[in-house]
């Protein structure tokens, strides 16, 4: 369960956005879509608790997991260290280690020595091998080859059968519109929730 209820922030004077109101629903992939400053990393921090709200409400349950756009890890650890940490209760770690590292690419390497991309998509495995009910990401296509891309839209897609809630931000929504998005458009200190290409399909 995710809703913003007549959610506001503001610093000091300056008002980013007022009287948000959305109800997220299971299974369903929403994205945010905004200029730079218009408020969208805003809204995942509010969700994922770093920063405060000014008022409102944001009612939530179940396990989050959240990937901001900038996060920092140890960069002396190598990848596969790094990942057995995470799965440090998993009986299987060494044959999921393995298999991410053959998905996703990553070479097991000093995390301080990864290119931006190889870095990217450790964050994103970590994020999604945490078992949560929404999962939050802060512009994750940033630095990835068009392969990257696709490993993660079906990552996405499979979080989605599994009834998760899919929440992230981005600056083209293109290489998700398979996956039938919400979008959520930003602008100007006011949020819009636009249809869906299915539902305006259906409409007409």
Same mark, same amino acid.
């Not at 945490?130 to 990257?148: C, K, N, S, T, V």
């Given at each position: 369960m995710l809703n913003l209820v007549s959610l506001e922030k503001k610093y000091k004077d300056h008002i980013v956005f007022s009287n948000m109101n959305i109800e997220f629903t299971q299974g369903n992939l929403y994205i945010l879509m905004g200029a730079n400053g218009s408020g969208k990393s805003t809204i !995942?921090? /509010?969700? %994922?608790? +770093?920063?405060?709200?000014?008022?409102?409400?944001?009612?939530?349950d179940g396990v989050l997991s959240y990937l901001p756009d900038k996060f920092s890890m140890p960069k002396l650890m190598k990848v596969k260290n790094y990942l057995y940490e995470i799965f440090y209760d998993r009986k299987d770690k060494n044959e999921l280690y393995q298999n991410l590292m053959k998905t996703y690419q990553i070479p097991n390497k000093r995390i301080g020595d990864?290119?931006?991309?190889?870095?990217?998509?450790?964050?994103?495995?970590?994020? !999604?091998? /945490?078992? %949560?009910? +929404?999962?939050?990401?802060?512009?994750?296509?940033?630095?990835?080859?068009?392969?990257?891309?696709?490993?993660?839209?079906?990552?996405?897609k499979e979080k989605l059968k599994e009834k998760k809630i899919v929440l992230m931000s981005l600056h083209n929504k293109s290489y998700f519109n398979e996956l039938n998005p919400i979008v959520i458009e930003v602008k100007e200190g006011m949020v819009y929730e636009k249809k869906r290409r299915k539902e305006m399909d259906e409409s007409n």
């Open positions: !995942l921090k /509010l969700i %994922a608790g +770093i920063i405060y709200k000014t008022d409102g409400k944001i009612i939530k990864l290119s931006k991309g190889n870095l990217q998509k450790l964050g994103i495995v970590q994020i !999604l091998s /945490l078992d %949560a009910d +929404i999962y939050l990401f802060d512009e994750p296509l940033d630095g990835l080859d068009d392969y990257a891309k696709k490993v993660f839209r079906e990552a996405i």
